[in-house]
Nanobody
Framework: QVQLVESGGGLVQTGGSLRLSCEPSGGTFSNLDMGWFRQALGSEREFVAALSWREGSPYYTPSVRGRFTVSRDNAKTTLYLQMNTLKPEDTAVYFC?????????????????WGQGTQVTVSS
């Protein structure tokens, strides 16, 4: 069974950095667009960032642009999210996702595969 496995979450102070990783298990996602979502307690899941596998173009929600960087390794397997200058409002469970198009991730918040999530907590 193909799964997405996230890692790298944790507790960090305001202004700190974390790097999340998302690795497929049991298959490959080299021909799928991949992205990150987050869900804070009591809130809906929101789109954070995505990467098109064809063009390599990154997409970000405005609140993280300039602070977060989404990237993928050369084999187009592992997805990363480098998070800098973290704020308390970034606190959430972060999910990795894979879909046939970035449009599906960004607009419809739909994916063919989801990870189990990793907790990111930013203390003030």
């Amino acid at each position: 069974q193909v799964q997405l496995v996230e890692s790298g979450g944790g507790l960090v102070q305001t202004g700190g950095s974390l790097r999340l990783s998302c690795e497929p298990s049991g298959g490959t996602f080299s021909n799928l667009d991949m992205g990150w979502f987050r869900q804070a307690l009591g809130s809906e899941r929101e789109f954070v960032a995505a990467l098109s596998w064809r063009e390599g173009s990154p997409y970000y929600t405005p609140s993280v642009r300039g602070r977060f960087t989404v990237s993928r390794d050369n084999a187009k397997t592992t997805l990363y999210l480098q998070m800098n200058t973290l704020k308390p409002e970034d606190t959430a469970v972060y999910f990795c996702a894979a879909a046939k198009s970035v449009h599906s991730l960004m607009v419809y918040r739909q994916a063919d595969y989801w990870g189990q999530g990793t907790q990111v907590t930013v203390s003030s």
